[in-house]
């Protein structure tokens, strides 16, 4: 048996282990107990002992010792890159779209949409309040954000045809049980494709002990604070971190207009 740390490396070494049929545990890290008393001593050997100590523990079947990351096949996991490609161009275009905003915003000129097809030659049409054109640094700098946005775009555009949307939805007879799941979501209301890529990709294909534990993993369980007599909810936790939320919403809305469709007859 061999336990380790789950890192940025992913999870070769552990599918490479199994093959060869050694049992592989992978431990979260951030769900390891340290010391907070004062700062912790950094070495090999006090984390072989510490992450051994944990190991034991949780073979012992001891409760709340650490979290288990449960280790993907290796064909779900090349499967997800698509969509994680497509979260990172999104964001890259909000930020270059933001980016010539923040330029235009300090020459007083607002309704500039560098989204629609006529941006360049709407870029040479601007005017400041004072009458006069953008100047020439500042239309420099806006023309290379343009050449960033067009790249991406393009790049959006062959990321969604490789997988991610339509091509998913177009073939005739799914090919496997996540190309179902994924038809069979997007047939709902309020569902599209990418969102059910992503659910189906990033949580269904994921192996969970129970309900609770995917609801954990998507941050969408609760923080309760309660101490002496103040007890509150802080809130969801783990909103920002993981883009299947928005999925979760979305189906989780599709239901509710079905239950209420159904309650009134429709």
């Not at 290379?144 to 005739?172: N, T």
Request: proline share 5%; charged share 25%; aromatic share 4%.
């Amino acid at each position: 048996m061999v336990c380790y740390q789950a890192r940025h490396a992913g999870f070769w070494l552990a599918r490479f282990l199994r093959q060869r049929g050694v049992e592989v545990l992978g431990v979260q890290p951030v769900s390891l107990p340290v010391d907070r008393r004062a700062r912790p001593a950094k070495a090999d050997a006090i984390d072989v002992d510490l992450l051994l100590r944990t190991c034991l523990a949780h073979l012992r079947g001891e409760p709340r010792v650490c979290s288990m990351v449960p280790i993907t096949e290796e064909v779900d996991e090349h499967a997800r890159q698509p969509g994680r490609e497509r979260e990172e161009l999104v964001v890259e275009r909000v930020t270059i779209t933001n980016r010539i905003g923040a330029i235009l915003a300090t020459l007083d000129i607002s309704g500039y949409d560098p989204l629609k097809r006529d941006r360049r030659q709407r870029l040479g049409e601007l005017r400041t309040p004072l009458g006069a054109s953008v100047p020439e640094n500042a239309r420099a700098r806006i023309t290379r954000q343009l050449d960033r946005l067009e790249l991406v775009s393009r790049q959006l555009a062959d990321a969604e045809v490789e997988g991610v949307r339509d091509a998913m939805l177009a073939r005739p007879e799914p090919a496997d049980e996540a190309q179902n799941m994924i038809r069979t979501l997007a047939s709902l209301r309020a569902v599209g494709p990418q969102t059910a890529t992503v659910l189906v990709r990033e949580a269904v294909r994921t192996a969970v002990r129970s309900a609770k534990a995917l609801g954990s993993y998507a941050g969408l369980t609760g923080t309760p604070f309660a101490s002496g007599e103040t007890a509150r909810e802080q809130g969801l936790t783990g909103l920002e971190q993981w883009s299947g939320d928005s999925g979760c919403f979305s189906v989780t809305g599709a239901k509710v207009r079905a239950i209420r469709a159904s309650d009134i007859g429709c």
